[in-house]
């Protein structure tokens, strides 16, 4: 059974840094493309990171790009999102996603605020 785990979201002040969790189980990140997205309020959700899956090719919305890096840990079957230089406008719930199964995790709060 597919599931997809998100934590380490929270409050954070402009400038601060943050790294997001996402553990799965029922299949492997490492051969598999995996995806963050993040929904603001009133707002559409729209793609933050990807990372392929053999060859862990990556790639970044523009608006985080520089400021976040995504990875994964095979051993532990979990991907990354690092985010630093955080902005007020970066406050959204964060989502976990793999493609292969569309699959949604349950998101965790980022809050950018002083």
């Known amino acids: 059974q597919v599931q997809l785990v998100e934590s380490g979201g929270g409050l954070v002040q402009p400038g601060g840094s943050l790294r997001l969790s996402c553990a799965a189980s029922?299949?492997?990140?490492?051969?598999?493309?995996m995806r963050w997205y993040r929904q603001a309020p009133g707002k559409e959700r729209e793609l933050v990171a990807a990372?392929?899956?053999?060859?862990?090719?990556?790639n970044y919305a523009n608006s985080v790009k520089d400021r976040f890096t995504i990875s994964r840990d095979n051993a532990k079957n979990t991907v990354y999102l690092e985010m630093i230089s955080l902005k007020p406008e970066d406050t959204a719930v964060y989502y976990c996603?793999?493609?292969?199964?569309?699959?949604w995790g349950q998101g965790t709060q980022v809050t950018v605020s002083s």
């Open positions: 996603y793999a493609p292969a199964f569309k699959y």
């Open positions: 029922g299949f492997s990140v490492n051969s598999h493309f």
């Open positions: 990372i392929s899956g053999a060859d862990s090719v990556t």
